[in-house]
């Protein structure tokens, strides 16, 4: 990989793990405390519908976060205003451990959501200083292996720790998280040159986001990306009721099987690097999790078996590592004249999608809605990789 900042090796490795911590903030504040979904609803006396909510405000967070701290860090540069987010993430946590109702809980579940975008949105910033091209892929890879042990380890540990320390020892861990990262911030050194930062009002930052849908490329391939995002929450919201209360699995039973499906989005995000170009990734990725969600829906109508199930998930967990390797790096390039604009539309588009499929996957039969969601988004997302490959097939590599 050609390292155009020419760091040293330690620092290089220092920095590569930095920004795996960041990007790994989305699965940490919405997988962590997955398998206290169900014993939430009866803690707090409220309803399943409710209770998600708690996922649904996190994501928002985490979506207009994106939008808010990626153009000031254009302004500002990414440290100071990451060092920001990450204060706004540690309060917020600790708050969240003494709510007293689950509507206050929601409340600091947007706040922490919002802390965390800056960590988010920051990693694609970062990245995109230093590398382009096959260099960026390459790099968005081994920070998405690196993230990819977020999903890996949070239901896990989560699991572990309820049933030891209920759902408030969670949170003191998010808040240790956060702790660690604030001080790794320190010694990162600014990516941002100052001389090509934004000259302008702040007000005048606002002018790059409808500068950046006139990209053609660009909207094409952020909104394939979104509704991923889409496929990717509805199995995250649903996961623990099906597998937990349709299929009787314990905690730490969700939290085990949870963890393997994660492996899949780390084999996929690896897989997509073996691929010539990286649109072709992308279009295997939405194919494949199309196929799959069909015959999920097939088999569950059929024969109704939890082995069934849990393969074809699996497959539609690997096949969304080969979209978010591939299609994250071709819109970061698009995008590259905005790059905190383009970091936090691409971040935003996927949470803002997660929050509003979160709560839908509740309504009705469960396993049916979610395998919809999965059906529709994955189709949707296949569309819009196919516009974006015409669009920018004389660009992207």
């Known amino acids: ?69 990626g153009p000031l860090s254009d302004k500002y540069g990414r440290k100071s205003i990451l060092l920001s987010a990450l204060v ?52 968005m890879a081994i920070i998405g292996a690196i993230n990819g042990v977020a999903p890996v380890t949070a239901p896990v540990v989560g699991g572990l720790v309820a049933e ?12 240790a998280i956060g702790v660690v990262l604030i001080g790794m911030s320190f010694p990162f ?14 007000s005048g930052l606002l002018k790059s986001f409808p500068l950046l849908f006139k990209l053609k490329g660009f909207r094409l391939w952020s ?19 099906i597998i937990q209360d349709y299929y009787g699995y314990s905690e730490l039973w969700f939290a085990v099987i949870f963890a393997i499906n994660s492996v899949g989005t780390t084999i996929g995000a690896a897989l997509a690097l073996k691929f010539k170009k990286l649109c072709n990734a992308a279009l295997c ?28 998930t699996f497959f539609i967990l690997t096949f969304l590592g080969f979209i978010f390797t591939s299609v994250s790096s071709i819109s970061m390039d698009e995008g590259r004249k905005y790059i905190g604009a383009a970091a936090a539309v691409l971040g935003a588009g996927g949470f803002l999608f997660g929050g509003i499929i979160s709560p839908i996957v509740g309504l009705g039969n469960i396993m049916t809605t979610s395998v919809i969601i999965f059906i529709t988004c994955s189709s949707v997302s296949l569309l819009f990789t196919i516009l974006g490959i015409k669009a920018t097939e004389n660009r992207i590599k």
């Open 285 to 312: 990725g939405c194919t494949g999790i199309f196929v799959s969600a069909i015959l999920q829906l097939i088999f569950y109508f059929t024969i109704d078996n939890f082995y069934v199930f849990e393969i074809l």
């Open 88 to 139: 706004i993430f540690a309060i917020s946590t600790i708050a969240s451990v003494y709510s007293p109702t689950i509507d206050f809980f929601n409340i600091c579940r947007f706040l922490q959501g919002l802390g965390g975008a800056g960590g988010i949105v920051m990693s694609r910033s970062i990245a995109t200083d230093c590398y382009t091209g096959k260099d960026l892929a390459k790099t």
């Open 164 to 175: 030891s320390l209920g759902w408030q020892g969670i949170f003191w861990i998010l808040f």
């Open 1 to 69: 990989m050609v390292n155009s900042r020419n760091f040293s090796k330690g620092y290089y490795v220092f920095l590569i793990v930095f920004l795996g911590m960041l990007s790994a903030f989305g699965p940490f504040i919405t997988d962590m405390y997955l398998p206290t979904l169900p014993s939430m609803a009866e803690i707090f006396k409220t309803t399943a519908t409710k209770v998600q909510m708690g996922l649904s405000t996190s994501m928002f967070g985490l979506a207009f976060g994106q939008i808010f701290f």
């Open 223 to 241: 909104l394939a990306f979104a509704f991923s995002y889409g496929v990717l929450f509805a199995y995250i919201s649903s996961s623990a009721f």
């Open 189 to 202: 050194n600014e990516s941002l040159e100052k001389d090509l930062r934004h000259k302008g009002k702040i």
